[in-house]
Structures are given as structure tokens and as C-alpha cells.
């Protein structure tokens, strides 16, 4: 099953509401949430595409396979050659300012990945949220954490990010999403009608993305216990 839709906004940038609102109108989504909570999916094959760009495997269906569109991290770091594997999808870039991006950042990933959260999370997380550590930002805290201080430099790394895909992308293929906008340009680029549900705000920082990060648990658990009961 091709993808339809990718992605090329980083994470902060309302990609869970986005995810929400493709999934109210039909599209099965991937999201950080998905890769984070199904132990289906190899937490690692994203690592592998980024460290050898052009001779890794193929293996992006084992994880794409059952969606129709594939947002966020981990997917917008390879959102270039994921262009090229599936041709026909359309590009979304949900953006914001640079400025009210890094604070967000700040008080969300970079405030969990500079406590003990990652260590104490279950095996399948750790090893997912480890590996993309290392290769999110085009491994900019691969070596040093404290490079997410920086943030004139991740300001600026944000920016060109968004400039090119503006360069890369043929503008008719190409959504320009900026946070708060709602359904309007989002429906009419893909052709469908305005649901009637208000469109979705989730993952705030603080409570929403608390809820969010509890709700990527119980699904893990959730899936353990099926697991123990399939077993049995
Ligand atoms: P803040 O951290 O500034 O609260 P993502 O899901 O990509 O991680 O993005 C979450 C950010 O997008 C949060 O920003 C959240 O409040 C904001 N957001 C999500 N949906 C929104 C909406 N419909 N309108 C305005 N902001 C929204």
C-alpha cells in the first residue's frame, strides 16, 4: 500500500492534530505515537536508512506498509527519499515560528531526553527514542545533548529545513500547514469535504503531552498482555 501522504514538518509543529484530522478523514497515519507504541515495528530501520543513505535495504513497508500517510518523526527525516519511493504522495510541511518551535521543544523532547525518562521506559520506546536521538536534527545531538541549548543554531536548522522543502517539492504537490489554520486548505488540498467535527489540538505542552506519552504506555502494555494471552 503506497503512501499518500508524507509529512515533511518536524515534530511541535501539530503533527498529532494533524494525524487526528487524516485519520477523521480515512487516512490510516503514522506518527511518532504509532512507532513508539506498536512492537511490531523494528525501532531501528530508521537508524539503519540514515547511516547508509544509499545502500540500505528497503524496508520501509515493514513500517509504512499498513498506512496510508506518515508523519512527524521519524518519518520527516527521510522525507526525501521517501518522495522518491512513493511518487504520487502529497507533501504536508506543518510549520509555525522558529521561536515558538524551539520553546516547545524545550518543554517537551529536549526536557525528557536530558532526565532519566528514556532509561526507564520499556525496551521497545528506549530503543526506538535512543536510536532517534542519534539521527533526528541530521544527528545534531548525536554526540553532545547539550547542543539543544543552542538555540540560534536549531532555529536556524528549523528554517532551512522548511526552505527546503519548499525548494524541493513541486509546489503542486506541496501543503504549507501552519499551526491553528484548521480544516479549510487541508481539505481542499486533498480534495475531500470539511468534516463536521471541529478540527483537532492536542499534544500542548505540559498536559497534552504528558497524556500522550501515558497513552503510548497503555497501549504497550495493552499489547503485552495480548501477547501473554496468545501464549497462553
Ligand atoms: P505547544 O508545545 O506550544 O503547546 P506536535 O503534535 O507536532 O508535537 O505539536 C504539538 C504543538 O502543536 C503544541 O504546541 C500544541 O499546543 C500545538 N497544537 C496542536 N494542535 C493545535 C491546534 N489545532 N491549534 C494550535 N496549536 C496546536
Not at 480515512?26 to 507504541?37: C, E, F, N, Q, V
Not at 539503519?48 to 508523519?71: K, Q
Not at 545533548?145 to 536549531?154: A, I, Q, R, V, Y
Not at 480534495?191 to 478540527?199: C, H
Request: charged residues 30%.
Amino acid at each position: 500500500m503506497p503512501l499518500k501522504i508524507i509529512g515533511a514538518g518536524f515534530g511541535r509543529t501539530g503533527t498529532n492534530s494533524l494525524r487526528l484530522a487524516l485519520e477523521i478523514l480515512g487516512y490510516r497515519t503514522h506518527h511518532m505515537i504509532k512507532a513508539l507504541s506498536d512492537i511490531t515495528q523494528d525501532p531501528l530501520v530508521w537508524e539503519r536508512a540514515f547511516n547508509d543513505p544509499e545502500n540500505h535495504p528497503d524496508e520501509w513497508e515493514s513500517v509504512y506498509g499498513n498506512y496510508d500517510a506518515a508523519i512527524d518523526w521519524p518519518t520527516v527525516t527521510h522525507y526525501k527519499e521517501l518522495m522518491k519511493k512513493y511518487p504520487d504522495a502529497k507533501i504536508i510541511l506543518t510549520t509555525r515560528s522558529a521561536e515558538s518551535w524551539y520553546k516547545s521543544m524545550n518543554n517537551t523532547i529536549f526536557m525528557k531526553m536530558h532526565s532519566n525518562y528514556v532509561e526507564e521506559l520499556p525496551e521497545h520506546p528506549r530503543l526506538f527514542l535512543k536510536s532517534q536521538q542519534k539521527i533526528m536534527l541530521d544527528g545534531y545531538l548525536k554526540d553532545d545533548l547539550s547542543k539543544s541549548h543552542n538555540k540560534e543554531e536549531l532555529c536556524r536548522m528549523f528554517e532551512e529545513h522548511n526552505e527546503e522543502v519548499k525548494r524541493l517539492v513541486p509546489p503542486e504537490k506541496l501543503l504549507v500547514l501552519e499551526l491553528g489554520e484548521g480544516w479549510d486548505r487541508l481539505c481542499e488540498f486533498l480534495g475531500v469535504s470539511v468534516p463536521g467535527t471541529p478540527y483537532p489540538n492536542t499534544n500542548s505542552s505540559g498536559e497534552g503531552f504528558e497524556k500522550n506519552a501515558e497513552i503510548v504506555l497503555n497501549e504497550l502494555e495493552k499489547q503485552k498482555l495480548d501477547l501473554q494471552k496468545v501464549k497462553a
